[in-house]
């Protein structure tokens, strides 16, 4: 017999197609005669080997037994063992927390009351789509996720399934709190040049940041590390030069006391102010020429660009433009290949944050006249200057000066002016100023011989001119380099004198009309840029007269009709008649000639003396007279 009890037992076949309830009765010899028997025929009654009772999963009986009968022939009642199956009830799903933290561990419980075991969980995750999808699955009603990710954000069940039922537990949402991720941060519009962003100026220019948390992120925007902004979107309208910087978006998750953050730069684009300026230069000696433009300002630079006219090696003159590298603003002609008469070029520059070109434009062309050369003299007679002018033209000229002995600048640029010391000048020799265009190919040139100024000469066609009368002056210069000054001087006093005429025009001079008052010495002076000199002095005798005499009388007394005397007194009439020469004079007393000389004295006035007295002046040179008669009366 065997020494223990018979054994009833249960298993699920790996595919949960079959419950198997086994029946074990071991020991003894011979061995037992092992059947079941259960509800709704399901047994194998009283068969051999029937030890194991195969049911189709889910086909069990709940709540009614299953019973193993045991025979062994030295046993006269068989023995038995029971299985009884209880279906599962409804699980209920529980979390250790149902709002963990990223990264984090927590475990799930599928809590089921009733339910004959083997109880079999499965684990299930409801996906966008709707449906359920199981992630796990197995005989314990507990598992632990670690290491929890956002993504596993949702709606979780369970099932609990033995061989007569299964049962799925309500859903329950599992909320996993994280972040905030590294914000994303988009720009409108969006610009990248070199992994900057940026934006043209004026224009509106939105900063959208992203930053994925539970909760949501509260945002906030940072201009070069100060506040600017709070909130996902920043908008910046009318956008300056001045918003260029690093803006950063720091994402917050309050309720994790979490945040990071993300740096982008933002490069505001401005165009120059106003428009290209545009130059040209002589380059290469003078014998190329070189466009300059130029536009400062702005971010980034501007592209400028050359157009012109150009004629090439052939002999049909044709238009071609000439485009430099955008980013070049000069370019470099030969002057073999350019108008000399005009040739008009335009830089045109363009700048992302205009939408129209900017031009200038410039003409180059040579001088119209030919080169002109003059000298000049310093005031303190120590240095001479010689200049040399090619006016006009674009560009500007190359001048240099080349005399005797080596003065000068050969082809030296802005030598347009020599300057040689007074004693060193050789002058009566040729000094050449050469002047070059960088659209000539031949040079031109202008040359000055100087010659200072001889000792002039003052020529009169009369010394002695009559008062009234018309005379010239000539002021005579042998030697001296045009233009000369003339000038004409009295000497009014001893040492004093003045410039009474003076002018470039002409070496003669008139005076109509003379007075005796311009009697005196003069000169004239001859003077040019390089020196000054003065003729010998030529006096000037005016000859005039005589005027109407003037008679004095002493003692002097008047009476009604003339001058009186006391008789036995002595009585003086002096005469006196303006004249060159001087006048000669003549008395007469009532018509009767009485003295000759200026100054008629009676020594004892008598009443006889009574009477008219003439004085008679004479200029013997002119042969002119004139009189003036008073009246004496002896009391």
Excluded at 3 to 31: A, H, I, R
Excluded at 34 to 41: A, K, R, T, Y
Excluded at 78 to 104: F, W
Excluded at 214 to 223: G, K, M, R, T, V
Aim: a neutral charge.
């Amino acid at each position: 017999i065997p020494p223990v009890e018979p054994m009833c037992f249960s298993n699920v076949t790996s595919d949960k197609q079959y419950l198997m309830l086994y029946c074990s009765w071991d020991g003894g010899v011979p061995k037992a005669l092992l059947w079941w028997e259960g509800p709704g025929n399901q047994s194998k009654d009283g068969q051999e080997n029937s030890n194991i009772l195969v049911l189709r999963y889910g086909t069990a009986h709940s709540g009614k037994p299953y019973t193993c009968y045991a025979k062994h022939p030295l046993l006269a009642v068989a023995k038995t063992c029971r299985i009884t199956l209880a279906s599962v009830s409804k699980p209920h799903l529980l979390m250790s927390d149902a709002s963990p933290k990223e990264g984090s561990t927590i475990w799930m419980h599928c809590n089921m009351e009733i339910g004959t075991r083997p109880i079999h969980y499965v684990w299930q995750y409801q996906l966008n789509s709707g449906n359920f999808m199981t992630f796990t699955q197995g005989s314990s009603s507990f598992i632990n996720i670690t290491d929890i990710l956002h993504n596993q954000t949702g709606w979780y069940r369970c099932a609990a399934g033995n061989a007569v039922n299964s049962e799925i537990s309500e859903q329950l949402w599992l909320n996993i709190t994280f972040g905030p991720d590294v914000p994303q941060i988009d720009v409108a519009p969006s610009n990248i040049v070199q992994r900057a962003y940026t934006a043209l100026e004026n224009e509106t220019v939105s900063l959208t940041c992203r930053a994925l948390s539970n909760p949501a992120s509260q945002y906030i925007w940072f201009h070069n590390d100060s506040e600017v902004y709070s909130g996902p979107q920043l908008t910046i309208t009318n956008i300056l030069r001045v918003h260029t910087g690093d803006y950063t978006c720091v994402g917050q998750n309050s309720y994790l006391n979490t945040r990071s953050r993300k740096t982008i730069t933002l490069t505001v684009y401005y165009p120059p102010d106003g428009s290209p300026f545009c130059s040209v230069e002589p380059a290469l000696n003078h014998t190329s020429v070189r466009l300059l433009c130029s536009w400062p300002g702005g971010f980034p630079s501007p592209s400028l660009r050359w157009t012109g006219d150009l004629i090439p090696s052939g002999q049909q003159q044709v238009t071609k433009e000439q485009q430099t590298d955008p980013m070049s603003s000069n370019i470099l002609l030969p002057s073999g290949g350019l108008t000399p008469n005009s040739s008009l070029f335009t830089c045109y520059g363009s700048h992302p944050a205009l939408k129209q070109q900017r031009e200038c434009s410039i003409h180059t062309y040579t001088p119209p006249a030919e080169p002109v050369c003059f000298a000049n003299v310093t005031d303190d007679k120590q240095f001479l200057i010689l200049s040399c002018l090619w006016g006009g033209g674009i560009p500007r000229a190359l001048l240099w000066w080349k005399g005797p002995g080596g003065q000068g600048k050969d082809g030296e640029e802005s030598s347009n002016v020599l300057i040689v010391r007074y004693s060193n000048f050789q002058f009566g020799k040729p000094y050449i100023c050469y002047a070059k265009h960088p659209l000539l190919v031949q040079t031109k040139t202008c040359g000055l011989t100087l010659v200072p100024v001889s000792k002039p000469s003052l020529l009169l066609r009369d010394t002695s001119p009559v008062e009234g009368s018309t005379v010239g002056m000539q002021c005579n210069v042998d030697n001296g380099t045009e233009p000369i000054q003339y000038g004409w001087q009295r000497e009014i006093q001893r040492g004093n004198i003045t410039t009474f005429a003076q002018g470039s025009n002409s070496s003669i001079i008139t005076m109509t009309n003379i007075n005796r008052s311009l009697t005196g010495r003069y000169r004239c002076v001859g003077s040019n840029f390089i020196n000054t000199e003065s003729s010998d002095w030529v006096f000037y005798d005016i000859i005039f007269g005589p005027d109407v005499p003037w008679i004095d009388v002493t003692p002097y007394s008047i009476a009604d009709r003339g001058y009186s005397a006391l008789e036995t007194e002595p009585v003086s009439l002096t005469c006196q008649a303006q004249s060159n020469p001087a006048s000669h004079y003549i008395w007469f007393y009532n018509n009767s000639q009485v003295f000759t000389g200026p100054q008629y004295t009676i020594a004892k006035t008598l009443r006889v003396h009574t009477g008219d007295y003439t004085c008679l002046a004479q200029n013997s040179h002119l042969n002119t007279r004139s009189r003036k008669t008073v009246s004496l009366i002896v009391y």
